[in-house]
């Protein structure tokens, strides 16, 4: 019997997929470089926080998240010069994802249309269409070193009369660039000027490499009533299993987003009392992470350009590559395939990300440094078994 008569429709086009992630997990011998989970467990000091916090008594209703917690979160945000009133600016969130569904629901009705680029982080795309939303997508292109970029142009051709928004992912997933000033100028005279919200999906800002700073395009004239920036501790404390996340917005969008019913905040009080401690003391430990992942980018950036046919360009930001394969002469979809099922490596097709996608794939590099040269002796012999 089918239930599909139940259904929101929007649901009926949406498909699963959680179930083959438990299975991956039981292949011997598998290096899993799909999902971009941090490999580091979090310090003790942090887990002891949340059972302190419990035992503390902070096992309540915590209508509209902890004070406090917020108060920490806008302390954050003012590193980069930015004051923002937690108890009217700040909305927490449980992690990145609800924060992406909570904007997404305030702003997006049916009919209207989001500007994502191509490729993008593939998490916005069932949000928006559960929202009834239309995805309009706007091609990225590649800068002289090989890294997709946001092309103004074709942001701009993708502008209609019915554009309610443009997300962002800065430093990007999986594209790997930080914005320059002048992208983010360009996006934010343009949003200003054809009045959409930009959503700013800041989740990698804590690694950022070779001395580039995010720059907010929150803080650029006119962009405070019209951005929605979205973060999350997952990556920064490679929180991802305790779901910590934060929308920071005006006043009035904020209000939009407290008015969407998804319960009194969804990210239990003991945790974000941990949070809070994570946001004080937790920085030694984004540090640590930082020179793994860099380290790891490195080795495996030259490894992979030191392959015939495959060009991998230095990110600029978060722990992914995505490198080029087209020179192997195989679409990305049959090159993760071939790969998963003969050297038991699991990367991502480009083409996941959007069609602009296709002849790359990404690897996120959540394994130590000792295993990345496994996968890069995996991917070099997967390679050459393909050359004639
Ligand atoms: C760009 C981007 N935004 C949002 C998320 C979702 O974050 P969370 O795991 O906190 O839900 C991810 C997760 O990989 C991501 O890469």
Redesign the pocket.
């Known amino acids: 019997m089918s239930v599909e008569r139940f259904a929101r429709k929007e649901l009926l086009s949406l498909g699963g997929g959680s179930a083959t992630r438990v299975m991956i997990g039981k292949i011997p011998g598998l290096i899993n470089l799909g999902?971009?989970?941090p490999d580091f467990d979090q310090p003790k000091f942090i887990a002891d926080a949340v059972y302190k916090a419990m035992m503390e008594g902070h096992t309540h209703y915590a209508f509209g998240g902890d004070l406090e917690f917020k108060k920490a979160i806008a302390e954050y945000y003012a590193k980069y010069g930015i004051t923002v009133d937690p108890e009217t600016q700040v909305t927490i969130t449980?992690?990145?994802?609800?924060?992406?569904f909570q904007a997404f629901a305030a702003v997006l009705n049916p009919g209207d249309e989001i500007i994502i680029l191509d490729p993008a982080?593939q998490?916005?795309n069932q949000p928006a269409a559960y929202f009834g939303a239309k995805i309009v997508r706007a091609k990225m292109k590649k800068d002289k070193s090989g890294l997709f970029r946001p092309e103004i142009n074709n942001i701009k051709a993708a502008v209609t009369k019915n554009t309610k928004a443009l997300m962002i992912?800065n430093p990007?997933?999986p594209a790997g660039i930080v914005y320059t000033k002048k992208e983010l100028e360009e996006i934010s005279a343009l949003a200003v000027e054809k009045d959409f919200v930009v959503f700013d999906?800041m989740?990698?800002t804590e690694f950022i490499w070779r001395g580039r700073k995010y720059a907010p395009i929150f803080d650029m004239p006119g962009m405070q009533e019209r951005t929605m920036v979205?973060s999350?501790?997952?990556?920064t404390f490679a929180?991802?299993g305790c779901?910590?996340?934060f929308i920071i917005a005006g006043p009035q969008l904020s209000e939009l987003l407290n008015r969407v019913p998804i319960g009194i905040c969804s990210v239990p009080v003991a945790f974000q009392k941990a949070g809070i401690e994570a946001l004080k003391n937790g920085w030694g430990f984004v540090e640590e992470m930082r020179k793994a992942y860099e380290e790891r980018i490195e080795y495996c950036v030259k490894r992979m350009n030191e392959i015939s046919g495959v060009k991998c360009p230095m990110p600029e930001g978060?722990f992914y590559l995505f490198p080029d394969i087209s020179g192997l002469g195989i679409p990305s979809a049959k090159f993760c395939e071939g790969i998963f099922k003969e050297e038991k490596l699991r990367i991502v097709p480009g083409t996941n990300y959007g069609p602009n996608g296709e002849g790359h794939v990404r690897l996120a590099l959540v394994v130590p440094l000792k295993t990345c040269e496994e996968v890069m002796d995996r991917f070099e012999r997967y390679v050459k078994k393909l050359k004639p």
């Open positions: 999902a971009g989970d449980s992690g990145g994802s609800q924060a992406i982080y998490g916005y992912c990007d997933n999906d989740i990698y979205l999350s501790f997952s990556k929180w991802t779901r910590a996340g978060a």
